[in-house]
Structure formats: structure tokens, C-alpha cells
């Protein structure tokens, strides 16, 4: 009962942020994510919620620090501490966001277990203050590490920005 006070808290309190530009730089949140092991295999593996911070430093480039833990006792355990650096082409003013990534986890399960990450992502603005995040991550883990495989892991987050965004830009704003 606690795990579910604790949870419908940070669901109802945090927003998860992805986005943001130099005059935004410092965001917070919370998304829905999961760990997807094999193609045919069983469902995705919640891992929710993962919370995030990040940061907007310079010419599209964010940095992004991410945590989640299985909170829903499938009887895996599966926590992760994310970091990754996210790149936006530019559109950080756009209503449409698109950004790669390029990142790192530790993830523990029987034991801690290191990944290389690589993503994809982009977040819809639907206002100047909140937005909606697709975000898939490939999480690369050697062969020979035998308690975590590889793994897609794709979440999908509401995005807020704690200043307010201008999403149509002026001159004068450079």
C-alpha cells in the first residue's frame, strides 16, 4: 500500500521533461517506460515511473540523467540509472522536437550490469508549458554478461517546462 501512495504521488507531482533551450534549461519528470527482452517473446517488462533531469547545454545538446526500478513485482528485478547525451538538430524551439541520444545505464538485477545506449525520441508540444515525449532507448549489453541482456526500452512521458516556452521566436531573441 505504501509502493502505491508513493507512486500516485510522483504520477500526480512530477512531469517528465524532455525538451528544452537556452533560455529553458533546467528540466524535471516522470514517464511510463518498460524493458522489451526478445521480438516474440514475453510483454514488456514495466520499469515505471522513471524519473528524469536535465539539462540544455549548448547548440541542441542536453544532458539527461534518468532512474526507474521495477515497482511492479513480476518477480524480475530491474533497476536503472541512466545518463545520456540527447541532441535536438536545432528544433528546440519547435513545437516538434526530434533528438537522438547517445548514452550509458547501470542497471541491476541479480548483479550490476553496465550498457552502452543508443535512441531515438522526439517530444509534441502542445502548449508553451506542456508536451507530450516518444522516447526508444536499444540498451547494448555484451554477450558474455549473462544477467542482463540487450534490450529495447521505450517509455513515453508528459513533457513540462518550468519556464515558459516561446514557441514562435522573435529576431530579437538571439
Same mark, same amino acid.
Request: overall charge positive.
Given at each position: 500500500?505504501?509502493?502505491?501512495?508513493?507512486?500516485?504521488?510522483?504520477?500526480?507531482?512530477?512531469?517528465?521533461?524532455?525538451?528544452?533551450?537556452?533560455?529553458?534549461?533546467?528540466?524535471?519528470?516522470?514517464?511510463?517506460?518498460?524493458?522489451?527482452?526478445?521480438?516474440?517473446?514475453?510483454?514488456?517488462?514495466?520499469?515505471?515511473?522513471?524519473?528524469?533531469?536535465?539539462? %540544455?547545454?549548448?547548440?541542441?545538446?542536453?544532458?539527461?540523467?534518468?532512474?526507474?526500478?521495477?515497482?511492479?513485482?513480476?518477480?524480475?528485478? %530491474?533497476?536503472?540509472?541512466?545518463?545520456?547525451?540527447?541532441?535536438?538538430?536545432?528544433?528546440?524551439?519547435?513545437?516538434?522536437?526530434?533528438?537522438?541520444?547517445?548514452?550509458?545505464?547501470?542497471?541491476?538485477?541479480?548483479?550490476?550490469?553496465?550498457?552502452?545506449?543508443?535512441?531515438?525520441?522526439?517530444?509534441?508540444?502542445?502548449?508553451?508549458?506542456?508536451?507530450?515525449?516518444?522516447?526508444?532507448?536499444?540498451?547494448?549489453?555484451?554477450?558474455?554478461? @549473462?544477467?542482463?541482456?540487450?534490450?529495447?526500452?521505450?517509455?513515453?512521458?508528459?513533457?513540462?517546462?518550468?519556464?515558459?516556452?516561446?514557441?514562435?521566436?522573435?529576431?530579437? @531573441?538571439?
Amino acid at each position: 500500500m505504501r509502493n502505491k501512495v508513493i507512486i500516485i504521488f510522483l504520477l500526480a507531482f512530477t512531469i517528465h521533461v524532455k525538451s528544452q533551450n537556452k533560455q529553458q534549461k533546467w528540466t524535471a519528470g516522470i514517464s511510463l517506460a518498460g524493458a522489451k527482452y526478445t521480438y516474440n517473446g514475453p510483454p514488456v517488462v514495466e520499469v515505471s515511473p522513471r524519473l528524469n533531469i536535465s539539462r %540544455y547545454i549548448f547548440k541542441g545538446l542536453s544532458l539527461d540523467i534518468g532512474f526507474a526500478k521495477d515497482v511492479v513485482g513480476d518477480g524480475q528485478n %530491474y533497476t536503472t540509472m541512466d545518463g545520456a547525451f540527447r541532441f535536438d538538430f536545432g528544433q528546440s524551439n519547435y513545437n516538434v522536437v526530434p533528438y537522438i541520444l547517445i548514452g550509458a545505464s547501470s542497471l541491476k538485477g541479480k548483479v550490476i550490469t553496465g550498457t552502452m545506449n543508443l535512441g531515438v525520441g522526439n517530444t509534441f508540444w502542445l502548449s508553451s508549458k506542456y508536451g507530450l515525449n516518444f522516447q526508444l532507448i536499444y540498451k547494448y549489453s555484451k554477450d558474455i554478461i @549473462q544477467s542482463q541482456r540487450s534490450h529495447l526500452y521505450p517509455s513515453l512521458g508528459l513533457v513540462y517546462s518550468f519556464s515558459a516556452r516561446n514557441l514562435n521566436p522573435r529576431i530579437w @531573441q538571439d
